[in-house]
């Protein structure tokens, strides 16, 4: 496969730059930071994670590499409206054209478009995630060999991956499968450990992470608190009636979403419902009244976290949660979407402690059984190949289930893809049942993972300091009290001194001399908030630990 060398690179640099091919294309007078800096990294022959703010131009990236790199590009892209979004803004003679490959697109479409990509008709195709189990897909794009892969939404390997979307642990596999073409992966928002985890789980080359500005400081951040639930929905509705519209409040199920809209219609809103229960008309309906656009306007949009994923409303002005969220992740991607335009915006967290239990429902549940990956370990045991249709006649296991699966026994080095979707043995030839407790034991460790997360949502909803300093800290971006939230608008963030010493990273792993391995959570003065592997939540003393040296990171330092 032809990929871009850095010579070849060089030389392009120097007889043009990537300001006149953006102006060309997407009308771009200048690039905004992060931008430029991962075309020079993708022409240095680096893969590149992008981590860039929502509304900060990140599928121009693709668009002007894809014009200089010679070759098809793909898109993995995981809801259907954002691709066809994307797709109809590449619909021009200039950016090459662009394609749909999805569950909505006939048979005779699909064989169109892979016949223009393979002869350089097309420069896009853009495929959900799901596609990537068709051999078809495959094997068609294996045909047209790309020279650019690009996943949209990156951050979705790590929320969604592991759960009711494991069709992005397979991306990997392909980007292999297809000689690797270069690999640029772009989201809003990832911690430093899920910019870990897509690297890996996309199998880079050569690694390059670009992470922009982070903060968005025109959002002022609050949490309102509530002692029953009758009590937290009265001060949402009265929040979301009194705030400057349009506005958007999530919430975590589709039966709350409901109710709230409802009552929100009958204090006489316009507002509209969105989950993923609802039917693609009815959605789009909801999307379109909310956008503005086919004669109805909704001022309030509230939905699950099925919605706003590439939606580009500048003009948002809150973002009201109705419910925590499973991670800071979700959280900062979600009210990201508030005050895309620069002007004040708001964005406030309902809360309750007793909120953290249907979350933490969700972490715990969709638990895999040993019989079944016992089952899938006696099916491979032995076998040269077996593809993924006679796995799952042989099992009686959905494509999900055993999606989750066969990613899990190959992370251990358990099993290995020939192909994408053709599974072998590999390892030490371990029987099923001795699979099934490896796997089972890592799925607990994931479940850790996931309440981790969680806690540290827990901790953001109860915080008596600076959220934007906790959150951009979580991302790995320190950050002093910022005046534009609620703590700090109350005095609580005052008694902190400017010099006080904090030595571990919010969110980085520790070692504490009696306590053994945890993850920080957070600081309150000169006490640090850890959660600990085996004994749960503690606050340390950080002034007292480190003078006794009973602090440290894993590795030693």
């Known amino acids: ?5 850095p010579s070849a690179a060089e030389r392009f640099r120097k007889r043009r730059s990537f300001l006149p091919i953006a102006r060309r294309l997407l009308g771009i007078e200048d690039f905004r930071p992060g931008q430029e800096a991962a075309l020079d990294a993708l022409f240095d022959g680096h893969d590149v994670l992008a981590v860039l703010p929502t509304g900060w131009g990140k599928s121009a990236i693709y668009q002007i590499a894809a014009s200089v790199i010679p070759g098809p590009t793909v898109v993995i892209s995981p809801l259907i409206a954002l691709q066809k979004d994307q797709a109809d803004r590449l619909q021009h003679d200039a950016a090459g054209g662009a394609a749909i490959i999805n569950s909505g697109v006939g048979a005779l479409r699909q064989q169109e478009a892979f016949d223009d990509l393979e002869q350089r008709d097309l420069e896009f195709i ?3 995630p799901e596609q990537l189990h068709r051999e078809e897909v495959i094997e068609r794009l294996l045909d047209a060999r790309p020279s650019l892969l690009v996943v949209d939404e990156a951050h979705c390997i790590s929320e969604w991956g592991h759960d009711f979307r494991p069709d992005y642990l397979r991306i990997g596999a392909v980007i292999d499968a297809l000689g690797h073409p270069a690999v640029l992966a772009l989201t809003a928002t990832a911690s430093v450990s899920v910019r870990e985890e897509i690297v890996e789980r996309l199998q880079m080359r050569r690694p390059k992470v670009i992470v922009g500005e982070l903060d968005r400081p025109n959002i002022w951040l609050g949490v ?5 639930a009758r009590e937290k929905r009265r001060k949402l509705l009265d929040a979301v009636v009194a705030a400057e519209k349009p506005g958007i409040v999530y919430a975590a199920s589709r039966r709350q979403a409901e109710e709230i809209s409802a009552e929100l219609d009958d204090r006489g809103l316009r507002v ?3 989950h993923g229960g609802m039917s693609r008309r009815d959605r789009e309906a909801a999307q379109a009244a909310f956008m503005g656009e086919g004669g109805t306007t909704a001022d309030v949009m509230v939905a699950t976290s099925a919605f706003g994923m590439g939606i580009d409303k500048p003009d948002v002005r809150f973002v009201f949660h109705n419910d925590v969220t499973g991670s800071l992740d979700a959280y900062y991607q979600e009210l990201g979407r508030a ?22 429902f969700f972490a715990a549940g969709g638990r895999l059984r040993q019989g079944d990956i016992a089952k899938v370990g006696e099916a491979i045991a032995g076998a040269e190949a077996v593809g993924e249709q006679a796995l799952r006649e042989q099992t009686g296991l959905s494509r999900a289930r055993l999606a989750r699966i066969t990613a899990g026994l ?3 080095g358990l099993l290995e893809q020939r192909e994408p979707g053709v599974f072998r043995a590999a390892g030490d030839g371990r029987d099923g049942p001795e ?6 034991e890592r799925e607990e460790g994931h479940r850790r993972y996931l309440l981790e997360r969680l806690e540290r949502m827990r901790v953001y909803a109860e915080l008596r300091d600076c959220r934007r300093q906790y959150l951009l800290e979580y991302f790995g971006e320190p950050a002093p009290a910022c005046g534009r939230c609620d703590n700090c608008d109350n005095g609580l963030t005052g008694n902190r001194g400017a010099t006080e010493e904090r030595p571990f990273r919010v969110g980085s792993r520790i070692e504490h001399g009696k306590l053994g391995k945890g993850v920080v959570l957070g600081y309150e003065g000169h006490h640090m908030t850890v959660l600990f592997d085996e004994d749960g939540e503690k606050v340390i003393d950080v002034t007292f630990a480190l003078e006794h040296g009973m602090l440290r990171s894993p590795n030693g330092n």
Do not use: I, N, W
């Not at 309102?224 to 029953?228: E, F, G, L, P, Q």
């Open 1 to 5: 496969m032809t990929r871009t060398t």
């Open 126 to 128: 853009f495929l959900a």
């Open 224 to 228: 309102v608190t509530a002692d029953s």
């Open 272 to 274: 509209r419902c969105y």
């Open 339 to 360: 005050g895309r335009d620069g002007a004040p915006a708001r964005a406030v967290l309902f809360y309750r402690p007793e909120d953290l239990g249907l979350q933490k």
């Open 410 to 412: 190959e992370d251990h």
């Open 435 to 440: 699979l099934a407790d490896t796997l089972l």
